[in-house]
């Protein structure tokens, strides 16, 4: 009975030791789709203006409005008449251009938002130049060091957010193999007995690598259930999103969680079995 009671207390701590590290993981996911949320925002703010020649007519107008609704780089797309633009300068600068031209300076304009994937200034040349060649487009304009900005700063988050997962999947790897190995240790004894019987070698690790993936199961829907309370209390409580709640980045979130306490608990079995099944018998009481 002893026994027993020993072997489920060791069965529980494994298991909450297994959930506290795919927690973590998950955490890390969670925090990894809001900054990709952040980032995909921040991009969607980046606009060019198309500026239309003073001769285009209301056609040429029209097909230049189609072309950039139509665009693939084209997330939002916003006519400025010439004299909504003078309108626009006179509520920013104060002065009034007209009053001493006698005509209204200011042409006729796009104000296209990017879609995400081309706010990079490589993909923002590209379609500057297609957008230049068109002959009722007089100049594209935008904020070129914005761009290289956001680049640059988009390119270091990812960086440190990777570093951050591989250092955290390293962490989980170490602890749940570990953890796995003290589970295996107490039962070598009834390893060598099987091997002594003649039982080959996957026999004798079906039995627990089946309980290892079990208790890599049960650690991550305990781990799932911990995130989706730490998620509720901080997004409904304290007005914090951890990420966009649909149900693809809820099914991606539980995938990562379930298929790394999956695989690290297979791993971890295999190797501790493994070790075992090689280790002399009179070893086995040294160590």
Avoid at 46 to 52: D, G, H, I, P, Y
Avoid at 140 to 147: A, G, I, N, S
Avoid at 277 to 284: L, Q, V
Wanted: overall charge positive.
């Amino acid at each position: 009975m002893q026994k027993k009671r020993r072997f489920w207390n060791m069965y529980v701590t494994t298991t909450v030791s297994i959930t506290l590290v795919l927690f973590l993981v998950g955490l890390v996911a969670m925090v990894t789709l809001s900054a990709h949320r952040m980032i995909e925002q921040v991009k969607t703010n980046v606009t060019l203006t198309v500026v239309l020649t003073s001769d285009a007519d209301s056609a040429q107008v029209a097909r230049c409005g189609a072309v950039l609704q139509a665009a693939p780089y084209s997330h939002a797309c916003r006519y400025i008449s010439s004299q909504e633009a003078l309108e626009e300068h006179i509520r920013s600068l104060g002065d009034d251009p007209s009053h001493f031209l006698g005509y209204n300076p200011l042409s006729a304009s796009y104000e296209v938002s990017l879609s995400a994937a081309y706010a990079n200034p490589d993909s923002i040349a590209v379609v500057e130049q297609q957008l230049s060649n068109l002959p009722y487009v007089k100049q594209v304009m935008y904020q070129k060091d914005l761009v290289d900005l956001l680049a640059h700063n988009v390119s270091q988050v990812t960086i440190v957010l990777l570093g951050l997962a591989v250092m955290l999947l390293l962490i989980a790897y170490v602890l749940i193999i570990n953890t796995i190995r003290l589970h295996v240790y107490s039962r070598r004894f009834l390893i060598n007995t099987m091997r002594l019987v003649g039982a080959t070698p996957w026999v004798i690790k079906r039995p627990f690598v089946a309980r290892s993936m079990r208790m890599g199961c049960w650690s991550a829907l305990l781990a799932f259930g911990l995130l989706a309370a730490l998620f509720y209390y901080v997004q409904y409580s304290m007005n914090i999103v951890l990420m966009p709640l649909t149900w693809q980045n809820v099914a991606l979130v539980a995938a990562v969680v379930l298929l790394t306490g999956e695989l690290l608990t297979l791993v971890g079995a295999l190797i501790a079995v493994n070790r075992y099944i090689r280790m002399d018998a009179e070893k086995m009481y040294t160590i």
